[in-house]
């Protein structure tokens, strides 16, 4: 027996040290290089994995499975496939031959199913000893001319059986049908496109090699689903074509029709590739079912052989346009496709543009036909060799016979053959097995006509081989005639979205006051409609409001700005101006719920108007300060809020009972003013408030009695000059200098800015102004009055101030704002008494029914 020490000293030698990582490592390479090359990814040249070019392999040239045979069990193909040159699982084999055979998943299917290959539900199919296939027509051009040498070969997995390394095919297969896979470390997914167009463009890159991915683009208009539906915007397909790389917006194709009750309804017709309609109708359903989605009282799907039809019937009050909107956002009836262009070239992994894709499949086909042309050739010399050899036994007939005759066997007979008449071994042996009908005339004639023939197609097909020009020709006619058998119509229709335009170029950049009633209503009116009138005059009708609602904000901005809406609960939305919608001075304006999605108990409270949401350096040395009701304050970066989102964010955070009031943009160094509803204010510097993150409370602006409110906040920026303009709810107002306020520390109760009477009422706004500013003042009746700042007079901070506006009886002021002043006013009406603060009306005032 040996011992433990001998077994060790005996392994000593045959032990091998190594690194386990580097071990690790090169077995994952290996292991990831094969699922790369041998299993998830495309061959640019024929659009196929390696299961799929098995399987047609197989079905063509092992079983003869061509379009005019009949079908055989799918058992049987996959076994075959199994058995000779796919050794893995037959579900695989199985799921992947079904695939080539549905129309809904293949722009041009492969194979002919017989049987239940699936459904567009998701449905899966038979078992393979149910189903049968063959190959379609279509597929009799990807295995064309395979026999006559244009590919390279291997040997299959256990070596009997030779394979090919690719498929000779006419279609540009890849492009036509797309491709899906997911390797290790890389995915693709590639949209098919229409045959039809893609061979216009593999012409057109025949004809100009030098052709560029946007030339292409007017050949190859983009995407061609199976399923049909409507691309929706171009700027993602246009990415797609030219670098490998895009997003694709799918939407399903709707109608709107009528029931014979006279509801709307929405009719589904098609929808987008790859989206299973089962799912996405249970998905619709249950939506409706929790109330996410409103207007819809009841989804049936009534398709059938002959084609999809998924009908939704709205209620009766529903709108189609507002509903289908909601189902585009929030179901698959709008999804994308995410194209990502790579295949193996050479072996390798690339990602493709459109032009790259085209330019590999022609490499390919000239290949092809180069190697085609070569295999014909030295056939047709063969088949000439052997004719003229058939051709001298003819004339020589007689003499031929009596050599055979007189030889011992068949190889003597050769023989003397060749050293008679000089032939080769292959004439010779074609003399001897030569049948006595060769000796007839007309068997003489066929010979000759033959010859001919053999002659003047080598040297065509030499020609061909000498001319690079000639051989691009073939192939573009060959293309030319797959478009003419195969080419079909587009099924995805393109439509370009309005996103996709710059609405700016289509509205100037004019000032447009954008108002918004108590009850939610809002418009934008050129800011020219409004015209001035002097300090005390009654107002002209701004809004034809109903009678329990009032006009509540009033907001300046130009056309091409983009504004942010605080709302009360602190939620903050993106607009551009333009996309609110205009309205006359006299107009109610539109739901702000249908503008922007905010809650229905929330209120818009504030706006901040800026140029540019896309400068870097701009949204990060700007800040904005949102104020509470309770004297909370918050400072956040602009930065926080440069990325819009449709359905809004958080900016505040809002304690119960408390609401946001005001927000403004600053520079960082502004002074902050905030006043309260009982006549005080506070003035601090910017600079002593933190900035802090958009999700957060803020800290404490002013202390303020249990009944008082803050009713509003400014900002004064430095040199600025800009007076602080203060307006009570009874229609008192006036200017004070900044400086009148002293600076004093955050979070105090501040001091007096306007005396409070029962004459005045209460503070209900606080502005900052300059000469260069008018007064917009709209009262809860809806009448508007516009008053240059400039003749308000400056007060000290603890009067009363003038009466800026005259109030019928039970009217009160509903909303202020400073806005720029009019470029060129109107006639101004002056009032008498207007110097000392009479409360007469001005001469010649609108009235109120105006």
């Not at 695989?92 to 722009?107: E, H, N, P, T």
């Not at 042309?373 to 058939?390: F, P």
């Amino acid at each position: 027996m040996l011992t433990e020490e001998e077994k060790n000293a005996g392994l000593v030698g045959r032990i091998i040290p190594i690194n386990i990582e580097e071990q690790m490592k090169s077995a994952y390479i290996d292991y990831s290089m094969s699922v790369i090359v041998s299993r998830a990814l495309p061959d640019v040249r024929d659009g196929m994995k390696p299961v799929h070019r098995r399987i047609l392999y197989d079905m063509s040239a092992e079983l003869n499975l061509y379009s005019d045979k009949p079908t055989r069990k799918s058992a049987r193909i996959v076994g075959d496939v199994l058995g000779k040159f796919h050794p893995h699982g037959d579900s695989s084999v199985y799921d992947a031959m079904v695939r080539l055979a549905q129309d809904w998943s293949m722009r041009y299917p492969l194979v002919d199913g017989q049987g239940n290959f699936g459904s567009m539900d998701g449905d899966s199919p038979a078992a393979m000893r149910y189903t049968e296939a063959r190959m379609k027509k279509i597929t009799d051009e990807v295995m064309a001319d395979i026999d006559k040498e244009t590919v390279d070969w291997t040997l299959n997995f256990d070596d009997t059986i030779p394979e090919p390394t690719v498929l000779p095919t006419k279609i540009p297969l890849l492009i036509v049908n797309g491709a899906s896979g997911i390797a290790v470390g890389m995915a693709t997914n590639m949209a098919p496109h229409n045959l039809s167009e893609v061979v216009d463009a593999c012409c057109a890159y025949i004809d100009n090699p030098e052709i560029t991915g946007e030339e292409l683009l007017q050949y190859v208009k983009g995407p061609d689903f199976p399923t049909g539906g409507i691309i929706y915007g171009y700027e993602g397909v246009k990415e797609a074509m030219l670098t490998g790389r895009g997003r694709v917006m799918m939407r399903a194709k709707t109608e709107i029709e009528h029931t014979p009750s006279g509801r709307e309804c929405i009719v589904i017709t098609e929808i987008p590739y790859m989206i299973n309609k089962a799912e996405m109708i249970k998905k619709i359903a249950d939506m409706i079912n929790d109330k996410k989605i409103e207007g819809i009282s009841y989804i049936n799907d009534e398709s059938d052989r002959n084609g999809l039809r998924i009908i939704i019937i709205l209620k009766q009050d529903a709108v189609a346009s507002v509903v289908l909107n909601t189902l585009f956002k929030n179901t698959p009836l709008q999804t994308s496709f995410a194209v990502n262009n790579i295949a193996l070239v050479n072996g390798r992994p690339e990602l493709l543009s459109m032009r790259d894709l085209i330019r590999h499949f022609i490499d390919h086909r000239h290949d092809v036909v180069v190697r085609r042309t070569r295999y014909d050739k030295r056939k047709a010399e063969e088949r000439l060799h052997i004719v003229l050899g058939l051709l001298i036994a003819q004339d020589n007939i007689d003499e031929i016979v009596h050599i055979i005759r007189a030889s011992q066997t068949p190889d003597a007979a050769k023989q003397t053959l060749i050293e008679r008449f000089e032939l080769s071994d292959i004439q010779a042996s074609a003399i001897i097995e030569m049948r006595l009908r060769a000796l007839t005339g007309l068997e003489r004639g066929k010979l000759i006509a033959e010859r001919d023939e053999l002659m003047k197609l080598i040297e065509h097909l030499t020609e061909i081989l000498e001319n690079v020009s000639l051989q691009m020709q073939v192939i573009k006619d060959e293309l030319l005639e797959i478009k003419e058998k195969y080419g079909d119509e587009r099924r995805s229709e393109i439509v370009y979205a309005s996103e996709e335009f710059n609405p700016e170029d289509f509205y100037a950049d004019d000032d447009m006051v954008i108002t918004i009633s108590h009850m939610g209503y809002i418009k934008r009116t050129p800011l020219a409609e409004y015209r001035t009138q002097n300090r005390g005059g009654v107002g002209a009708k701004g809004s034809a409001t109903r009678d329990e609602d009032f006009i509540e904000h009033i907001y300046v901005a130009s056309m091409h700005n983009t504004m942010l809406f605080f709302t009360e609960k602190g939620r903050c939305f993106w607009l551009k101006v333009y996309e609110i919608p205009e309205g006359a001075r006299s107009s109610k304006g539109r739901a702000i719920q249908n503008v922007i999605q905010i809650e229905p108990d929330d209120k818009v409270r504030a706006y901040i108007n800026v140029k540019s949401l896309a400068d870097a350096e701009y949204v990060n040395s700007n800040f904005i300060i949102m104020c509470t009701k309770d004297g909370t304050i918050k400072k956040t970066r602009l930065e926080a809020y440069s990325r819009p989102r449709q359905n809004g964010v958080n900016a505040i955070v809002i304690r119960e009972g408390d609401q946001l009031i005001e927000a403004k943009l600053t520079s960082g160094n502004a002074e902050v003013m905030i006043a309260a509803r009982e006549g005080k204010a506070i003035r601090f510097n910017e600079s002593t408030v933190r900035p802090i993150g958009r999700v957060g409370a803020g800290v404490r602006g002013i202390s303020i009695e249990e009944n008082d409110e803050v009713v509003g906040m400014i900002c004064v920026e430095p040199d600025s000059k800009q007076d602080v303009l203060v307006l009570s709810e009874n229609g008192y107002g006036k200017r004070t200098d900044l400086d009148e306020y002293r600076i004093t520390n955050r979070g105090g109760k501040g001091v007096k800015t306007i005396n409070i009477t029962e004459k005045t009422g209460k503070l209900i706004s606080i502005q900052a102004v300059t000469d260069e500013n008018d007064l917009m003042i709209i009262n809860r009746s809806g009448l508007t009055i516009r008053t240059a700042v400039e003749q308000i007079r400056l007060a000290g901070r603890a009067t009363q101030g003038v009466r800026i506006i005259n109030l019928r009886e039970g009217d009160a002021i509903a909303s202020v704002m400073a806005v720029p002043a009019a470029g060129d006013e109107e006639e101004v009406q002056t009032a008498e008494g207007a110097e000392n603060g009479a409360e007469t009306p001005a001469t010649d005032a609108p009235s109120a029914e105006e």
